[in-house]
């Protein structure tokens, strides 16, 4: 791998990190300064919004210019949205800032391994982008609680700047001007990101062309058998993923009686079970077999419901990973059935695109159901039946779809994954 290389996995480790740990320091400071804890699933919402409507125009944006300045500007965004929250603007305003920075950032992250390494390198580097995102949700949601606890934010608040007030005066804020400097670190890396000499000019400035253009890959993908199947599962499985963050904190402060701090090293417990699920599906299950594991997303939403029955720390645990371990078995065959099938129909940049859209338009959806159950005085128990229930029954309607794709055109599912097989001997 190139020097260049190692640059973009330190950037984007660091901003990764730091969108994982701002999410646990904006719900405190939701809690703590607003008092308004009702609030936090809206602020994945309203993170989430920038990434469903510029679907259309951030990759045309992202080869607009070279792509280390792209994602240096998302970075600088990310920081104006930290800044925001320190000045006390509605942090759902401002959160969703930093919302349009990721949104940027995301396709000139992908876009710039095309350009910087051969085709045989693609499918490693893209391994490594993803375990390190992982790690960095992992650590970024453990800074996150470390931050806002009352022993490390005294200890950062009691730090005087000589002839300076900064106006930080609690562990929320403190946390913010903290995750603010991962950013900067990040947007450091990024000037630091080599040119790839490519051209970068998009192929079409006009914006109605875009939004046309992209709605004719969203429906060549959900017209293709298996584009379909996949596609509804990873939307189904990040939509999952997103509220279950807001249901494991709630749950834990409920069921286990923990504290926000405590409660969000949770969260890192999720994650490091899905990064064990996709190592183990990463080895054991090819893409052409990708669909067999269709009803481990069924079992997802079983043991979710089980979580209504642990009161026992330890036992929340191994649940939890398990609960992990189980999403990331099922979804990374089914993410890269779907990147094959995008790259040959609408090519490798639309396909994540429209990934990107469906993905994040289910964040929307599920997050907003979530909060709106909230508002309605539904128990965080009666919350995680229906949320396991909805998991598994929608997984058995996919496994059923697939099952009437079979029944109508089995020989060409049979052809169409029998070259994806070829695809990933090649």
Not at 272 to 294: N, T, W
Not at 381 to 402: C, D, E, K, S
Request: aromatic letters at 10%; a neutral charge.
């Amino acid at each position: 791998m190139t020097r260049g290389f190692y640059i973009i996995m330190a950037a984007q480790f660091f901003s990764a990190l730091a969108d994982n740990a701002l999410l646990i320091a904006s719900i405190a400071l939701l809690i703590d300064f607003f008092h308004r804890p009702d609030l936090s699933p809206l602020l994945k919402f309203y993170f989430t919004v920038s990434y469903v409507v510029l679907a259309p125009f951030v990759g045309a944006f992202a080869d607009s210019m070279p792509k280390g300045r792209v994602m240096f500007i998302s970075n600088a965004i990310k920081v104006v949205g930290c800044l925001l929250l320190l000045f006390n603007v509605d942090p759902l305003l401002a959160y969703g800032i930093v919302g349009l920075g990721a949104a940027a950032y995301s396709p000139a992250k992908y876009g710039i391994l095309t350009e910087m390494l051969p085709p045989k390198d693609l499918v490693l580097a893209n391994a490594w982008i993803e375990g390190l995102t992982v790690c960095a949700i992992i650590i970024g949601t453990v800074v996150g609680g470390i931050l806002i606890t009352p022993s490390v934010s005294g200890l950062l608040l009691k730090i005087d700047i000589p002839g300076i007030e900064t106006g930080i005066d609690t562990p929320p804020e403190v946390a913010i001007s903290v995750i603010a400097l991962f950013y900067l670190l990040a947007a450091i890396f990024n000037i630091f990101v080599p040119n790839t000499g490519v051209d970068h000019k998009p192929v079409h400035r006009n914006p109605w062309y875009l939004v046309r253009d992209f709605s004719h890959c969203v429906k060549i993908l959900w017209l293709d058998k298996l584009g379909q199947i996949s596609l509804a599962v990873t939307t189904l499985f990040w939509a999952a993923g997103a509220t279950l963050q807001f249901i494991v904190l709630d749950w834990a402060k409920t069921a286990l009686h923990l504290p926000l701090d405590k409660a969000s090293m949770l969260q890192g417990v999720v994650a490091i079970g899905v990064a064990v699920g996709a190592i183990i599906a990463a080895r054991v299950v090819p893409i052409q077999s990708s669909i067999k594991v269709l009803p481990v997303g069924a079992l997802m939403g079983i043991l979710v419901i089980a979580m209504v029955a642990l009161t026992s720390l330890p036992l929340a645990i191994a649940l939890l990973i398990l609960i992990g371990a189980s999403a990331g078995f099922f979804v990374v065959p089914m993410n890269a059935l779907l990147q094959h099938r995008g790259h040959i129909l609408v090519g490798a940049g639309h396909s994540i695109a429209v990934q990107n859209f469906n993905e994040n338009a289910g964040i929307l959806v599920m997050v907003g159901t979530y909060y709106l159950l909230a508002k309605a005085d539904v128990s965080v128990n009666g919350t995680v039946v229906i949320f396991g229930l909805f998991t598994t029954a929608t997984m058995f309607m996919i496994m059923n779809w697939y099952r009437c794709n079979v029944t109508r055109s089995g020989p060409e599912i049979q052809k169409l994954l029998e070259v994806a097989r070829s695809s990933s001997r090649a």
